[in-house]
């Protein structure tokens, strides 16, 4: 299963790895910013990362997919 969308100016997946989900973030020059797994409850920690990386709005958009996933 993979999810891929835009959100901003960034270009996100959402793919099922090992039965883990592995979230891979891109921007609009095609540079990798961020490629982790999800854990089961992710941390403040990794949305800030995530944040401070994008945006607030690509934050929102993954933590949505990820709902619709569950």
Do not use: C, M, Y
């Given at each position: 299963m993979n999810i891929m969308f835009d959100s901003s100016d960034y270009f996100?997946?959402?793919r099922n790895k090992g039965g883990h989900l592995?979230?891979?973030?891109?921007?609009?020059?095609?540079?990798?910013?961020?490629s982790d797994?999800?854990?089961?409850?992710?941390?403040?920690?990794?949305?800030n990362s995530v944040e401070k990386l994008t945006n607030s709005t690509?934050?929102?958009d993954?933590?949505?997919y990820i709902r619709k996933l569950s």
């Open positions: 996100v997946r959402i592995k979230v891979t973030i891109w921007n609009n020059s095609g540079d990798k910013l961020l797994f999800l854990g089961p409850d992710p941390t403040a920690q990794f949305w690509v934050v929102e993954i933590k949505k």
